[in-house]
T-cell receptor, first 112, second 112 residues
Framework: SQTIHQWPATLVQPVGSPLSLECTVE??????LYWYRQAAGRGLQLLFY??????ISSEVPQNLSASRPQDRQFILSSKKLLLSDSGFYLC???????????FGQGTRLTVV | GENVEQHPSTLSVQEGDSAVIKCTYS??????FPWYKQELGKGPQLIID?????GEKKDQRIAVTLNKTAKHFSLHITETQPEDSAVYFC???????????FGSGTQLTVLP
């Protein structure tokens, strides 16, 4: 069966520090991968999506970047965090049939 | 691209009553409509979905109805329980793509 792992679960970082959030998927190949953010605890804002290794699309201009060094690994990064980067970050993947999406458990990022 | 609108944004019901959440979509080529439940501090979990070749699907206390002509679909929860309290999201794919567009979410509160 397929599983998605996302870590860390919580993170407190000072303004100006770097960020690296990692997401891996097991049990499937060539997934579509996504990073979402929930700033207000409600809506899902799509940040990045990837259809393959080194194929990243950015939905919203921002202080963040994403990379996909391996087929089932998706990394969200920042060189210098801003206070406005605080939020709940979710990784997700979809397979080949009907766009059914599976989410990780999320990372609560607090920038102080 | 796809545009999904979800109503209401908040919904409070008494335990045992029914709850209905409605979504509309814009892309007539969409053929898959999932609903997700997100509990506090966790990632969204798929609870039910419907394909475009059926008008209704039921799973115990939850059901989803689809009206392709009007381009709207609804989530129905009967005999609500306190553990049904959560944020619910509807979604629709970008046509034949594997990417989902999410509604803005509904905070459901079941009052004991």
């Amino acid at each position: 069966s397929q599983t998605i792992h996302q870590w860390p679960a919580t993170l407190v970082q000072p303004v100006g520090s770097p960020l690296s959030l990692e997401c891996t998927v097991e049990g499937t190949s060539n997934p579509n991968l996504y990073w979402y953010r929930q700033a207000a605890g409600r809506g899902l804002q799509l940040l990045f999506y990837s259809i393959g290794i080194d194929q990243i699309s950015s939905e919203v201009p921002q202080n963040l970047s994403a990379s996909r060094p391996q087929d089932r690994q998706f990394i969200l990064s920042s060189k210098k965090l801003l206070l406005s980067d605080s939020g709940f970050y979710l990784c997700a993947w979809t397979g080949n049939i009907f766009a059914e999406a599976f989410f990780g458990q999320g990372t609560r990022l607090t920038v102080v | 691209g796809e545009n999904v609108e979800q109503h209401p944004s908040t919904l409070s019901v008494q335990e045992g009553d029914s709850a209905v959440i409605k979504c509309t979509y814009s892309d007539s080529a969409s053929n898959y409509f999932p609903w997700y439940k997100q509990e506090l501090g966790k990632g969204p979990q798929l609870i039910i979905d419907i394909r475009s070749n059926v008008g209704e699907k039921k799973d115990q206390r939850i059901a989803v109805t689809l009206n392709k002509t009007a381009k709207h679909f609804s989530l129905h929860i009967t005999e609500t329980q306190p553990e049904d309290s959560a944020v619910y999201f509807c979604a629709a794919p970008e046509g034949s793509a594997r990417q989902l567009t999410f509604g803005s979410g509904t905070q459901l509160t079941v009052l004991p």
